[in-house]
């Protein structure tokens, strides 16, 4: 038996007993005889936890991505460090500080390109740093911060005047509205009223102006802030699910696992582990 072959057989069955938006993972060992079948038991479940481990850190810093490039500009500088922050603790953890480093490179390109297009024609501005060729010159954690935070500050200070000089001022009033009142019932027309225009209009430059409709828009806002509450293990996930604006936490389940890859339960638990180890 090819040992390879099997592993992948076996992935691909678990995963389609799975079904979509749910976590699966396996973990597999050596193939032992009799007495030694302990030791391939042992090696599975060493695999497993390793397999869990990346799917988790790839997941939340997924989110982070997310959250970054949606906030970049739009929030207030300090929450876009904080998130920064998160995410490099989170990588450099799991990664070490040359594969978390690796990874940097690749976020600063995306919120570079995001905020002058630098990467997508030649008109456009170029930025005063490079993270392919700088990033990876970086030494040491201090190095690190000491290149991030005024590269962080540049592209939110770039982004500040583009988006919000492009933003039309109903949707600047609509994402406003949306940020105080997700935990509500709230609807298009509700937003719309807000904004002082149609909801077909309003509908429109969500799509055209921030990258979803205003449904998605909504509901990646509610998860990121699920994703918080989580972390935090104040409140339970019913407990969760209404605070973001889900009546149905059967619904926000389904809905978080859509997004994030994982159950909210599996997602909370793996995080304490994580935190008590």
């Not at 989110?63 to 490099?88: A, D, H, P, T, Y």
């Not at 990121?224 to 059967?250: F, R």
Request: proline share 5%; hydrophobic share 40%.
């Amino acid at each position: 038996i090819d040992p390879a072959v099997l592993a992948a057989d076996l992935e691909r069955a678990i995963s389609s007993l799975s079904g979509p938006g749910f976590l699966s993972v396996a973990g597999f060992g050596s193939l032992k005889r009799g007495p030694e079948l302990f030791e391939s038991c042992t090696e599975a479940l060493a695999d497993l936890e390793r397999k869990r481990g990346r799917t988790e850190v790839r997941l939340c810093e997924r989110m982070r991505v997310i959250e970054l490039r949606r906030k970049m500009g739009l929030s207030e500088i300090s929450e876009l460090q904080s998130i920064l922050e998160e995410c490099w603790n989170e990588l450099s953890t799991f990664y070490g500080f040359i594969g978390a480093r690796s990874r940097m490179v690749a976020l600063f390109t995306l919120l570079v390109d995001d905020c002058c297009q630098c990467y997508q024609n030649h008109a456009a501005g170029t930025p005063p740093f490079d993270p392919a060729l700088d990033i990876p010159a970086l030494e040491t954690p201090e190095a690190w911060k000491e290149w991030a935070v005024p590269a962080l500050s540049w592209i939110w200070h770039t982004s500040r005047v583009s988006r919000t000089g492009a933003y039309p001022v109903p949707l600047i009033k609509a994402i406003a509205f949306v940020e105080s009142n997700y935990m509500r019932q709230i609807q298009l027309s509700d937003v719309a009223d807000a904004a002082g225009v149609s909801g077909a209009y309003i509908s429109k430059l969500f799509s055209e102006h921030a990258g979803a409709n205003f449904v998605d828009y909504l509901t990646v806002l509610r998860i990121e802030k699920a994703e918080k509450m989580l972390l935090s293990g104040d409140l339970s996930i019913k407990e969760i699910a209404a605070a973001v604006g889900y009546v149905d936490p059967n619904y926000f389940g389904k809905i978080f696992r859509k997004l994030v890859g994982a159950s909210p339960s599996l997602y909370a638990g793996r995080k304490h582990e994580g935190k008590q180890a």
